[in-house]
């Protein structure tokens, strides 16, 4: 039974491993992130270790061909002209607290065609004083049940290019519940069990994200409580697809994104 469940791993991780060299090959073609200009802002609750995740993504982006300008200050978005200067914002601020000049700069960037995208708690929980930010997140994390804990990754998007080719996945981290905006396009899933918090047993909540606001599109993943979640491949790929995909937000049309859960939602 053990040697039978270890082949069926090893085949599960040499199978994974294709598809992700396969969607490598594919994107030979010219990365949607080059030429892109991209401001990457990092802070916060320092738990989250925004400083490596930054060691991550950033030399990635520009191996992808984009110009990233780094920074450690909210600041960085009333100092510049979001909208003349970038194409992307990512950010990685846990907690903290945004001004009311600064939150209306970047709501004001997204609204106009900056694409915007992040993870876990740097995009997810990261103005608690700010309602206007979580509108346009589209979600903010409230629990995590147990902490670091083992759960699975269900892909329910099969079409969308963010999750195409990949399959539901472990992940031995945090696992956020969250309240979600009802009309985003939801990618991938996790469902609760009762051991932690035993009146969420079968709760299902989503992990990943697109949607707009104003024209900008807005990519989110829970995933990535700390730098090494993303050694386990597929909750690397999601992000950087996320990424690529908001990248292009003032360069391609605006896409279908409701996935109206409510009776009378009209889906555009
Ligand atoms: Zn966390």
Same mark, same amino acid.
């Given at each position: 039974?053990?040697?039978?469940?270890?082949?069926?791993?090893?085949?599960?991780?040499?199978?994974?491993?294709?598809?992700?060299?396969?969607?490598?090959?594919?994107?030979?073609?010219?990365?949607?992130?080059?030429?892109?200009?991209?401001?990457?802002?990092?802070? %916060? =609750?320092? /738990?989250?270790?925004? #400083?490596?995740? +930054?060691?991550?993504?950033?030399?990635?982006?520009?191996?992808? @061909?984009?110009?990233?300008?780094?920074?450690?200050?909210?600041?960085?978005?009333?100092?510049?002209?979001?909208?003349?200067?970038?194409?992307?914002?990512?950010?990685?601020?846990?907690?903290?607290?945004?001004?009311?000049?600064?939150?209306?700069?970047?709501?004001?960037?997204?609204?106009?065609?900056?694409?915007?995208? %992040? =993870?876990? /708690?740097?995009?997810? #929980?990261?103005? +608690?004083?700010?309602?206007?930010?979580?509108?346009?997140?589209? @979600?903010?994390?409230?629990?995590?049940?147990?902490?670091?804990?083992?759960?699975?990754?269900?892909?329910?998007?099969?079409?969308?290019?963010?999750?195409?080719?990949?399959?539901?996945?472990?992940?031995?981290?945090?696992?956020?519940?969250?309240?979600?905006?009802?009309?985003?396009?939801?990618?991938?899933?996790?469902?609760?069990?009762?051991?932690?918090?035993?009146?969420?047993?079968?709760?299902?909540?989503?992990?990943?994200?697109?949607?707009?606001?104003?024209?900008?599109?807005?990519?989110?993943?829970?995933?990535?409580?700390?730098?090494?979640?993303?050694?386990?491949?597929?909750?690397?790929?999601?992000?950087?697809?996320?990424?690529?995909?908001?990248?292009?937000?003032?360069?391609?049309?605006?896409?279908?994104?409701?996935?109206?859960?409510?009776?009378?939602?009209?889906?555009?």
């Amino acid at each position: 039974m053990i040697i039978r469940r270890s082949i069926f791993s090893f085949i599960t991780a040499v199978l994974t491993a294709l598809l992700l060299i396969g969607a490598n090959v594919s994107a030979q073609e010219p990365s949607p992130l080059k030429g892109k200009r991209v401001l990457y802002v990092w802070g %916060g =609750w320092m /738990g989250h270790e925004p #400083d490596k995740c +930054r060691d991550i993504f950033v030399p990635w982006m520009e191996s992808e @061909g984009a110009a990233v300008t780094v920074s450690e200050t909210l600041d960085s978005y009333i100092i510049s002209d979001l909208e003349k200067d970038f194409d992307l914002i990512v950010q990685t601020w846990t907690m903290g607290t945004i001004t009311g000049p600064q939150a209306k700069a970047l709501e004001e960037a997204v609204k106009s065609g900056v694409g915007l995208a %992040g =993870w876990h /708690g740097g995009l997810g #929980d990261s103005f +608690r004083n700010n309602t206007e930010y979580q509108f346009m997140v589209g @979600g903010q994390w409230v629990a995590h049940p147990g902490g670091v804990i083992d759960y699975r990754v269900n892909i329910i998007d099969k079409k969308d290019p963010v999750t195409k080719g990949l399959t539901d996945f472990a992940m031995h981290s945090e696992q956020y519940y969250m309240h979600v905006d009802p009309n985003v396009k939801v990618l991938a899933t996790t469902t609760f069990t009762n051991e932690k918090a035993d009146w969420i047993g079968g709760c299902t909540i989503p992990v990943a994200w697109k949607k707009v606001y104003g024209k900008g599109r807005v990519f989110y993943s829970s995933l990535g409580h700390v730098a090494s979640d993303f050694k386990v491949p597929q909750a690397l790929e999601i992000q950087k697809r996320g990424i690529r995909w908001a990248a292009m937000s003032r360069f391609e049309p605006m896409e279908a994104w409701k996935q109206p859960v409510y009776k009378g939602s009209k889906k555009k």
